[in-house]
């Protein structure tokens, strides 16, 4: 089987690697850039816990080829931090938006991409754009909460 | 889980990737279309499909537009769902479209599937097939003899069979430009967001003169394959649009539904849904026809 050279831009920068034709987009991630940072949840498209922004639109990194991401950039919930925390993630710190932490990633980058397309979402316009993103813990009060709470530091 | 191995390839050009599939399929060895991967690379992680080829449609160039042109709306290959959401033309002038795209799968989802993948796939319990047959769309397939266009109420042959061939793409969805005095809805009963329907159903009405002109019926997920209610459609016309006509159609609709029994319900419960949520397709559609301009 081939193996395919390919260039993706993560968090900005330039990544090279030569991948096999089936590598998920997660696993080169994960393992082979080595940011666990996206989490591997269901593995079958339901939670969303493996979120990234593929040019800038949330998708699930489970169920995209990496070589589907060749020549495109990739934002993952490492590249949310520069010299202090992203507004979401400021939000869902001070509204208690997570317990176990495992959906967050996933569901911070979603977040994010809302936010940047809305700059005032309600709560409706929130749970729909969540709806992909599953919490089986904290419950989704306090995230819709931490949403806000971002999208009112990010106006 | 990871995929079985499989050699990827990335056509530049449709003819490029029809010429691909053929040369591909002359060697014996199958090759499957990826355009948004959302049924495909779940079937492949689950073993239930192994081609040793996928051939990218994805970077084709100038396949992704939504447009009006010479009477139908022309949804191009790549269009995803979440264009067609999105799309301002639609959501006023085709909302029942509209109302198919936004219950699909999740919006993460949305934004890397298509609408052309989801008739493609074949699935009986895919949303777009019920729709596309109650608004009499047809699709544009392009193959190594060149383009043919088949009526979506030819398109599918069996569960997960399609007219498509071995070197075919679906390169085009047309659906007709309403006329005034039509409407159509797409209602989907879900267990929960991202589920597939326990049962859907689709309707399109053109109402004129107070009396039904023509209707178009298509179910969900009730049958090996997605039904085109005939029956019901046929007693729907030359009658008045009210809800004892409506009550009877929806009746019919049921009947012709062969619902097999799983975890969304038993065979009973879900013709029963069929019926219900023909009646409430109905019902919406001819309030819609109400507002564009029916007499």
Redesign the interface.
């Given at each position: 089987?081939?193996t395919?050279k390919i260039t993706v831009t993560v968090n900005g920068a330039p990544r090279e690697a030569q991948v096999?034709?089936?590598l998920?987009l997660v696993?080169l991630l994960r393992e082979v850039f080595r940011m666990t940072g996206t989490h591997i949840g269901c593995?079958?498209?339901?939670c969303?816990a493996c979120?990234v922004l593929?040019d800038g639109?949330?998708?699930?990194s489970c169920?995209?080829?990496a070589?589907?991401a060749d020549g495109r950039s990739v934002r993952t919930v490492e590249g949310l931090e520069t010299d202090k925390l992203h507004p979401v993630q400021e939000g869902f710190m001070q509204e208690h938006g997570l317990q176990c932490g495992f959906c967050t990633p996933g569901m911070m980058m979603?977040a994010c991409a809302l936010i940047e397309s809305n700059k005032n979402p309600n709560e409706d316009e929130i749970r729909?754009?969540i709806?992909?993103?599953l919490c089986r813990c904290t419950g989704y009060v306090n995230i819709v909460k931490a949403v806000q709470y971002a999208a009112a530091k990010s106006r | 889980m990871i995929p079985p191995t499989f050699d990827y390839h990335v056509p530049k050009t449709l003819p490029e990737a029809v010429g691909l599939l053929a040369k591909l399929g002359q060697s014996g060895e199958e090759a499957k279309v990826l355009s948004g991967g959302q049924s495909l690379l779940p079937l492949l992680k689950l073993r239930l499909a192994r081609p040793a080829h996928l051939v990218d449609i994805g970077r084709i160039p100038g396949l992704d537009y939504i447009k009006e042109e010479g009477g139908y709306l022309k949804i191009g290959a790549l269009v995803r769902e979440s264009q067609l959401d999105a799309s301002e033309l639609v959501r006023t002038k085709y909302p029942i479209l509209t109302d198919t795209s936004e219950v699909i799968a999740d919006p993460l989802v949305r934004n890397q599937a298509t609408v052309a993948g989801n008739l493609a796939h074949g699935d009986p319990a895919n949303d777009h097939p019920a729709t596309m047959l109650a608004v009499g769309a047809e699709v544009e397939i392009t193959g190594p003899k060149g383009k043919r266009t088949v009526p979506v109420k030819e398109f599918f042959t069996g569960i997960f069979s399609t007219a498509l061939e071995a070197a075919d793409v679906l390169s085009e969805v047309r659906v007709p430009v309403p006329p005034p005095g039509s409407g159509g809805a797409y209602v989907k009963l879900e267990r929960k967001v991202g589920d597939f329907a326990t049962a859907g159903a689709a309707a399109f009405l053109v109402i004129a003169g107070g009396k039904i002109e023509h209707a178009g019926i298509g179910l969900t997920n009730v049958g090996p394959t997605p039904i085109k209610a005939t029956d019901a459609e046929q007693f729907l016309v030359g009658k008045k649009p009210d809800a004892a006509t409506f009550a009877e159609a929806a009746r019919r609709a049921a009947a012709a539904s062969s619902p097999s029994p799983d975890r969304r319900g038993q065979e009973d419960y879900k013709r029963e849904m069929a019926r219900v949520l023909t009646l409430r397709a109905l019902t919406k559609a001819a309030e819609r026809a109400a507002k564009t301009g029916g007499k």
């Open positions: 089987m081939a395919h096999e034709s089936r998920l696993h593995d079958t498209t339901h969303g979120t593929l639109q949330p998708v699930k169920t995209v080829l070589v589907q979603t729909r754009a709806s992909g993103n | -």
